[in-house]
């Protein structure tokens, strides 16, 4: 689909970031690669003004929760070129305790919700975010409800027990 | 090395006025305004009726979708997808079959495609009927919102006849649809475009030349593409301000390149070019219907799955009856079936802009991880800052064009 092959993509960012670069895979043709939070602002600013590759378009940042792993919440930025039609996908993994990272706001205003949607879900901390507060979740919660440690419902309520239904 | 703010400022929302002299009013438009169309809450300041500030609070209907999904098998989903952007319910459902198809690897048949364009391509049009129907009623004429509201019945009355339900539809399965459109479906949907067209050009004509309605319009809500794309809008929204981005034609899915459209953009971003590039996609979305339509009858009668057993639940007279359907019926619902290790983005063009879902898998019968990527949501964030300025009236009708539906802002 796009006018930039991944290789070449592979190519130029291993040539400027070496090691800080890492886990690189194309699931369904899209570059994926872990990268860490010293480069990850470096990084970004460097695909979006690259005269060649203009990462123009931050199309979403989520994250992921894996609670086995040593840097268990992931932040995945999903970039778009729209002059070369293509799309990229970074990781970065932090650890639980000290689950920090640059934010993207100073690149795109945009990110600005993603990152606070993030901070509400996963609680990554955005330094430098302008706003970072609850966006969905009320604002006196106290957990970070999509870490997988939350249950799906509140095994201490008592309004779901079988009695009520006659089991 | 970073050019990047290494501290926290907080910016806490105001809600009660910072001003000296007590000249600027605080106004809380919302959250159950009847002409926010939803549950919005804007915390406005106010310099007579001239808005100075606005802070957005959202999450009135936060229902917790993603945590949910992770609890529920891949076919399970697709009820939770109904109920993001409830005006064009059947994008959402087939854009997440469509991921699903991705990760298994699924080719459907073209003659799946294209009844998914036509049933995709309609609801793209009741999502704008609603959207340029509702700007109407905002600026003060009430008459073409009544026309058009006749026509989204007929389309809803299309869904009916495919699937059952109108609003909330639950269309179609992975690998396809549950069943094949019937006679009937077809007749309404040859009556739908033969009808349509009068209709459509009568709204036109009550509104693209109007005087009050180009007054009250043109000028409000200007973005450059530029800020637009620093936003991350997309949709209709960002064509409007002459970035010709189309996930449609960009990354095509469901056989769109087969199909013969243009992309309407505009120039200025206004509310008026907003307006007028929804009636015009509506437009390119019935070319689009044309041609699927002759397709199908080019495609092989009575496909309207895929041949995937694995995935696609067989009819309940099989399972009742046929030891393989059983098996498989089994498998499906009891969560039997392997499925690849890994990640996927998939993203189709919603009534409101790109609709991403990003789908990592761990092999498991539920995703480890759905994200939506919610085009009103991200759209929405540049709403309290470009009110600055903005007359109060402005901003409703500006709010009307941006087409923010509530569902799909808190998921």
Known sequence: MGKISNQHLIEKLTAKYGEQISAISEPYGLLTFEATRTVISDLLAFLKNDEELKFNYLTDITAIHYPEKENALGVIY????????????????????????????????????????????????????????????????????????????????????DYFFGR | MSNFITEITPNRPVYTDNDPQGELTTLNLG????????????????????????????????????????????????????????????????????????????????RVDYMRVIVMELSRIADHLICNGILGVDTGAFSGFLYLMEEREHIYEIFEEVCGARLTTNIGRIGGFERDFNEITFQKIKKFIKNFPPILKEFEALFNRNRIFIERTSGVG???????????????ILRATGVDYDVRVNEPYASYEDFDFEIPVGTTGDVYDRFILRNEEMWQSLRIIEQALEKIEKEPKGVFHADVPEFYLPPKEQVYNNMEALIYHFKIVMGEVETPKTEVYHAVEGGNGELGFYLVNDGGRTPYRLHFRRPSFINYQMYAPMSGGMLLSDAIINMSSLNIIAGELDA
């Open chain 1, 78 to 161: 999903h970039l778009h070129s729209f002059y070369n039609n293509v799309r990229i996908r970074i990781k970065v993994f932090l650890p639980v305790s000290d689950p920090t990272i640059p934010t993207a706001t100073l690149l795109w205003d945009g990110a600005n919700w993603m990152e606070r949607e993030t901070f509400d879900f996963f609680g990554i901390q955005f330094t430098g975010h302008p706003d970072l507060r609850r966006i969905l979740n009320v604002d006196d919660m106290t957990v970070f409800p999509m870490r997988r440690e939350y249950p799906l419902e509140d095994p201490n309520r008592v309004d779901k027990k």
């Open chain 2, 31 to 110: 959250p159950t305004h009847p002409a926010t169309h939803g549950v919005f809450q804007n915390v406005l300041q106010m310099d007579g009726e001239r808005i100075v500030s606005g802070v957005s609070t959202i999450g009135y209907i936060h229902r917790a979708f993603e945590k949910i999904a992770e609890h529920r098998p891949f076919y399970q989903i697709t009820t939770l997808t109904d109920r993001l952007n409830y005006c064009s319910s059947p994008i959402n459902n087939m854009g997440w079959h469509m991921t699903v198809e991705k990760l298994l690897d699924i080719k459907t048949p073209k």
């Open chain 2, 222 to 236: 200007a973005v450059s593409p530029e800020v637009a794309m620093g936003y991350s809008w997309s949709g209709p």
